[in-house]
């Protein structure tokens, strides 16, 4: 089994969105993680699930170490990870996979979603990690920080750290402004007291976390300050930190989240003091949209396992997959997996080009990130879990891997925010920044360059990114309390309009470079579908949907949604 080469939606958005410098390296390195992640990863994932770290506070001696022993397996998933793939170095170290710079964004996100369907908790120090290093870059002095970005970016193992992000407290977690971890000077340093609730990866070499500052707002995040808690000090002695427990947690289990205690931690300061929470936001947010990556991973892994199940059972005479009911069911699951996967990597390019100074990208980058963490996230918990329901009986049984990726799955949309409050964070996009409008002209863009054979779609999700423009401008305009209310339908309705465009460029994309009409029966079942209609092509071709076949232009357009009403309303 190779995880890449069962997926057409990886194909597709790798053809339409790397340049041809890139493809080849891309498609190498993907094809030799597929196979690893197929077999390999795929069997240590399973044993560390079962065999979940153990946090040693004492040494036999009595003295205090908060060491937390890990089974080989997860260790040797960490070596894949960090230094076989360097998924945490991608965006930061040329040198890497054939490249001589650093690689696109879209590199580390299309190959980290390869190693999610095998792995799904070490991810998170992966993405930490990462988004530390990014975080000290952006914001840290270069002088004091460059020696530990250099590490959090290594592949050599022994010379590499991991990162951690501790943000939550027992009563602060949506809300910062009630932080109550304390910062005190100490020469050039600080020294951080307080308690951290739930710190994911907690014995990480390099921690970012928030305090407050004396002379510093109480009342408000303005009062908030970033630091950075090394694990050990230069004289190779333990911070002043101790590891209290570890979580006991319905999902992740192979990978460690715990309850800390800073008792006069040593740390560092990063950036302004008073702009430490919005410093942080530029981590969470990296973070979100790995989030969204890895449940859009957890998605194609439930629906690839579902199929294959029914490929091989025979139920009254016949394979599954070829029953009516059991092809309604699995298509919308597959185009769920597809259309999650387009969001992503759109929006992995979007951070590539802010980053490269563009700030209009910046903009859309800002609002497609909660957009693709508010839907997708949730969305996984649906399609994990209709995809394990497909096996049956066995779904439930902890011997295969659809109960471990339901329990994972409820994870993606309660960690780095849960699903109320990024619903609220696109509010706040809309109110500050139009993101609404921003959002529909870039995507009605999309739709105004589209071919004939996308006509059809391309009308109406013209008239629904104007309905949509029109909804968003009264929502913004009421009340407060209405426009809270909403805002979590109305973000879920941008992001499937935005998911169905840029299927719908997807598909012109493979029409212009002739490779053939699957991309546009894809685009035009999942817009049909957003109404409860099942296409009977989607259905008769559903093989073409799950394994990447193509089908005539006639059996794709006969799937493409109708519309008799002015108002965009499917019939």
């Not at 699930?49 to 060491?67: A, C, S, T, Y």
């Not at 970016?153 to 010379?159: E, L």
């Not at 590499?160 to 340093?189: K, L, N, S, V």
């Amino acid at each position: 089994m190779n995880f890449a080469h069962t997926d057409p939606a990886l194909r597709a958005v790798v053809d339409r969105w790397t340049a041809p410098s890139d493809r080849d390296k891309l498609n190498t390195l993907l094809d030799r993680l597929g196979a690893d992640a197929g077999g390999r990863l795929d069997a240590l994932a399973a044993t560390a699930d079962k065999n979940p770290p153990v946090l040693q506070q004492f040494d036999r001696d009595g003295e205090r170490i908060d060491r937390i022993a890990y089974h080989p397996s997860y260790q040797e998933l960490c070596r894949a990870a960090y230094s076989e793939y360097g998924l945490s170095a991608l965006s930061h170290r040329g040198g890497l996979h054939g490249w001589d710079d650093v690689p696109p964004h879209l590199v580390k996100y299309l190959a980290s979603y390869v190693f999610v369907q095998a792995e799904f908790g070490l991810a998170c120090p992966v993405s930490m990690t990462d988004a530390a290093a990014r975080t000290l870059r952006m914001f840290g002095d270069p002088d004091v920080f460059g020696s530990w970005i250099d590490a959090l970016t290594s592949t050599d193992p022994a010379g590499a750290m991991t990162g951690a992000m501790f943000m939550t407290e027992p009563q602060a977690g949506t809300d910062i402004a009630r932080t109550e971890t304390r910062a005190e000077r100490d020469g050039d340093a600080w020294r951080l007291t307080g308690k951290k609730w739930f710190a994911s990866n907690p014995d990480a070499d390099v921690i970012v976390t928030l305090a407050r500052f004396p002379g510093g707002d109480d009342q408000s995040t303005r009062g908030v300050g970033m630091f950075m808690v090394p694990k050990a000090l230069a004289n190779g002695e333990r911070n002043s930190y101790t590891i209290d427990r570890l979580k006991d947690k319905l999902g992740t289990r192979s990978m460690p989240s715990g309850e800390v205690s800073l008792t006069g931690a040593y740390a560092l300061q990063v950036g302004e003091l008073d702009r430490g929470f919005r410093q942080m936001a530029e981590m969470v947010n990296t973070s979100r949209l790995s989030n969204a990556m890895r449940s859009s991973a957890l998605m194609r892994r439930a629906v690839r396992d579902a199929v294959d199940h029914t490929r091989e059972r025979v139920v009254f005479g016949k394979a599954l997959f070829d029953q009516p009911l059991m092809r309604a069911t699995l298509l919308p699951l597959a185009l769920d997996a597809e259309a999650a996967l387009a969001l992503v990597a759109y929006s992995a390019q979007c951070l590539q080009a802010a980053d490269a100074g563009d700030d209009s990208a910046g903009a859309l980058i800002r609002v497609l990130t909660p957009l693709a963490k508010h839907y997708i996230c949730k969305r996984a918990r649906v399609v994990t879990g209709e995809a394990m329901e497909v096996r049956g009986g066995n779904g439930y049984i902890e011997e295969w891997a659809h109960a471990r990726l339901v329990r994972d799955a409820h994870l993606g949309s309660i960690w780095e925010g849960s699903s109320n409050v990024i619903a609220l964070d696109v509010l706040r996009c809309m109110r500050k920044l139009g993101a609404h409008h921003r959002l529909a002209d870039t995507m009605r863009g999309i739709l105004a360059g589209l071919g004939p054979d996308c006509g059809p779609g391309a009308d109406v999700l013209h008239r629904r990114w104007n309905d949509l423009v029109a909804e968003g401008d009264l929502l913004v305009a009421g009340d407060d309390d209405t426009a809270q209310a909403g805002c979590a339908r109305y973000a879920n309705e941008l992001a499937r309009a935005a998911m169905a465009t840029l299927l719908y460029d997807l598909a012109d994309f493979a029409i212009t470079a002739g490779s053939g009409y699957r991309s546009l029966l894809v685009a035009n079942a999942y817009l049909s579908g957003d109404t409860g209609h099942l296409p009977g092509a989607a259905l008769d071709h559903l093989g073409a949907v799950v394994h990447g076949i193509d089908v005539a232009a006639e059996a794709a357009q006969a799937a493409a949604p109708r519309s008799d009403s002015a108002t965009g309303v499917l019939l």
